[in-house]
């Protein structure tokens, strides 16, 4: 039986012994091996080449194109497929010939064993605080992005602070004036109290800490009630500054370079610090911790207040938390420039705070 016409992989069936063709039979073994081999005899040979791939008995060989030969593997029934557990005998034979003999490294080799536990092991609160783990982890740490710790508190508590002291502010002028905007005798474009409201409460205002040659202590200044302009109803300065007066001793009130902190101009000042105090002073007590962040934002601002008490108008009050905010600020321009390769996403980054400072430094000349 001839074998069939389209079938590329069959061979040719050799003649019966006998019949005086014994130099076909020389020449057939003089040429080159074919590419596929077979178990089966050349009796069966036509037969089971028809439907070869499904046979499985069947052998695959292969021959290169310099026409070296390379023997097949074990057959498909010899391999146990059926059986996961028991070793791939054919994938070994496999590794035994020079065709299948591919190696290849791993594109991310694993950590070696001395590493593995030092990588894996996160810190604890502590560590973080004080920077006591390894350093590539805390490279890794800041190029995520991930600090010290997960939540500002500080920075909500201190939202929620001078949330309520707003409040209580636009209440006591309320009480006041009739009304929690002062309108007159000037109209507050932060929509909140008035000058002398701000004083009462413990704006810094330079004649009241100290002798200001320009405001002595006998100057009369507009009471938290007056609504004329110019104004009808005029109280001490004694009694604008409050918190018990000077007792006709050197104004000392040394406190408001503190609680102007906690004190805003009004409603739309409010909204402006916190939406910075919210974003950036948040994220650098993120990355510094709480007791850190406290005493850098603490300090900015207490100093800010120095600076702006001999420095400013003396005859303005000045509240807000912007000086304790731009102190934060600056810690983190002097960070991104001192780790650009470590932060994340760095050029955005600089980019918000370019708009983040032109906000505030346009917010200072807003009368």
């Given amino acids: 039986m001839s074998a069939a016409p389209n079938n590329p992989y069959a061979r040719e069936p050799e003649p019966e012994h006998g019949h005086g063709h ?15 081999d077979n178990a089966h005899t050349p009796a069966q040979a036509s037969d089971t080449h028809l439907n070869a791939p499904n046979d499985p008995d069947y052998r695959y060989s292969y021959t290169d194109e310099n026409f070296n030969y390379y023997p097949s593997g074990p057959t498909q ?9 028991a070793p791939s005998k054919a994938e070994d034979y496999a590794r035994q ?21 030092v990588m894996m092991k996160q810190p604890n609160m502590f560590q973080r605080y004080f920077g006591l783990y390894p350093l ?32 209580f502010e636009l209440v006591t002028n309320s009480k006041a004036q009739g009304s929690p905007f002062s309108f007159k005798p000037v109209v507050n474009p932060m929509l909140g109290p008035s000058s002398s409201a701000l004083i009462q409460m413990g704006a810094r205002f330079p004649p009241c800490m100290k002798n200001v040659t320009d405001v002595p202590i006998t100057t009369l200044l507009p009471c938290l009630n007056d609504t004329a302009n110019p104004a009808t109803e005029l109280c001490s300065l004694e009694d604008i500054c409050g918190f ?14 503190i609680t102007p902190i906690f004190l805003h101009a009004g409603l739309i000042h409010y909204l402006l610090n916190m939406f910075a105090q919210l974003t950036a002073s948040a994220q650098i007590e993120r990355e510094m911790g709480t007791l850190p962040f406290l005493i850098l934002y603490s300090a ?16 303005s009050p000045s509240v807000g938390a912007s000086g304790a905010i ?16 470590y932060t994340f996403r760095p050029g955005r980054k600089l980019a918000f705070m370019i708009v983040e400072l032109v906000i505030g430094v346009a917010i200072g000349f807003i009368p």
Avoid at 22 to 36: F, I, R, T, Y
Avoid at 250 to 257: A, N
Avoid at 326 to 341: C, E, M, P, S, Y
């Fill in 77 to 85: 029934s010899q391999v146990k497929l059926d059986d996961p557990f």
């Fill in 22 to 36: 014994d130099h076909d039979h020389d020449a057939s073994e003089s040429d080159s091996k074919p590419l596929l």
């Fill in 136 to 167: 590539e982890q805390r490279i890794q740490d800041k190029k995520r992005g991930v600090g010290v710790q997960k939540h500002p508190i500080a920075c909500y508590v201190l939202s929620a602070a001078m949330l309520g002291v707003l409040i």
């Fill in 97 to 117: 010939t020079q065709y299948e003999n591919l190696d290849y490294a791993d594109p991310f080799p694993g950590p070696t064993a001395k590493s593995t536990p």
């Fill in 300 to 315: 900015a601002g207490i100093f800010g207040n120095v600076l702006g008490g001999n420095f400013a108008l003396l005859g």
């Fill in 244 to 257: 018990g007066g000077f007792h006709d001793k050197t104004p000392d009130q040394w406190w408001r370079f």
């Fill in 326 to 341: 731009f102190g934060t600020i600056a810690v983190a321009w002097i960070d991104l420039f001192a780790h650009w390769r």
